[in-house]
């Protein structure tokens, strides 16, 4: 594969063992993540060649996560610093009936700081074929939006595909823009949709449902709309309760709708980056396979990350392959 671009904040995550609240705990565990750096690492682990920009602060943390992406083989040469702290996040882990609950603490970490002018786009996307994003980056502060937006800018100057997964969280976007207007800006930019009804609605203006029939229709109109987006891909996901999903995605590219089966995820381990493992899977999965081939290498994807402690997604391809040939029973590998 050509080199994938990811751009987005490092985040170190901070929890109780096991499913503790922090009121019962004296010891904690970190990790580290975020939205567009659990794509890229993800990808990496499939064997992708991939490069994630952002700004990460100028200290021995920052040096540690620098440390834990190259394990990954991941190009940091566009990876700027900051005297600001690393941003973090604080974890309980949920279980049966209770949810899991997070608290940010980014607001003046050294993501936040970042600007344009911080980031050589022309050199950081020389060897770039793709080009990942989130509603996440845009929704933090405005330097990180106009930052985004320059380099979404030249990769579709260069032809590049440029996948979207414009969640919207009513928790960001607090800097005084839009969230609506700088959603639609950049998904003028982009050639893959990766996202549901509640992200379609948002951007459209409109009250579709969930039915296939209405997911459709919404595609539809998403590409009227936006004409440089080929394909939308959505993720279903529905909660027994706290431990117990059932994960399956559906399509519309332009000329059919497909759909995958469930798969039911009946212990979950660890349900953050769960999201960032599918899109990881598809946008490996479409450098690879057909449509809806990689869909299904996606849920699959997705389905594994459950079982992992912490962001990322560890799965390898042959365990994502041996999911899809119906390899899901947990009996040792000898």
Not at 107 to 131: C, K, N, R, Y
Not at 210 to 226: D, G, H, P, R, V
């Amino acid at each position: 594969m050509s080199q994938i671009i990811t751009f987005g904040e490092v985040l170190m995550r901070l929890s109780p063992f096991g499913n503790k609240k922090f009121i019962q705990a004296n010891t904690l565990e970190f990790y580290f993540g975020g939205t567009e750096l659990n794509v890229g690492l993800s990808i990496a682990n499939f064997g992708g060649n991939v490069k994630h920009i952002t700004c990460i602060s100028d200290d021995f943390i920052g040096d540690t996560a620098i440390s834990y992406l190259n394990k990954f083989d991941l190009d940091t040469t566009a990876i700027v610093r900051s005297g600001r702290p690393l941003g973090v996040y604080f974890l309980e882990v949920g279980a049966v009936m209770r949810p899991s609950s997070i608290s940010y603490n980014r607001s003046h970490s050294a993501f936040s700081s970042i600007q344009p002018e911080m980031v050589d786009w022309e050199s950081a996307l020389e060897t770039g074929s793709w080009f990942h994003w989130t509603g996440i980056t845009p929704g933090l502060t405005q330097g990180s939006f106009d930052t985004l937006k320059e380099g979404l800018k030249l990769a579709k100057k260069k032809g590049m595909q440029v996948s979207a997964d414009p969640t919207y969280r009513s928790g960001l976007w607090k800097y005084g823009v839009n969230a609506k207007d700088a959603l639609i800006e950049l998904l003028h930019c982009s050639t893959i949709f990766i996202g549901g009804i509640n992200e379609m609605n948002e951007v459209l203006g409109t009250e579709y449902g969930y039915s296939n029939e209405e997911f459709i229709e919404a595609s539809k109109l998403l590409m009227e709309n936006f004409p440089s987006i080929e394909k939308v891909f959505d993720k279903i996901r529905t909660s027994i309760n706290a431990s117990w999903h059932k994960i399956r995605a559906r399509m519309w590219n332009g000329e059919e709708f497909r759909e995958t089966q469930d798969f039911d995820i009946t212990h979950i381990v660890d349900r953050i980056g769960t999201g960032d493992a599918f899109a990881a899977g598809l946008i490996y999965g479409l450098q690879h396979y057909d449509d809806y081939k990689s869909m299904d290498y996606a849920s699959a994807a997705c389905a594994l990350k459950h079982t992992y402690e912490g962001d990322v997604n560890y799965a390898t391809i042959d365990e994502v392959t041996g999911i899809l040939e119906g390899n899901v029973s947990g009996r040792f590998n000898r």
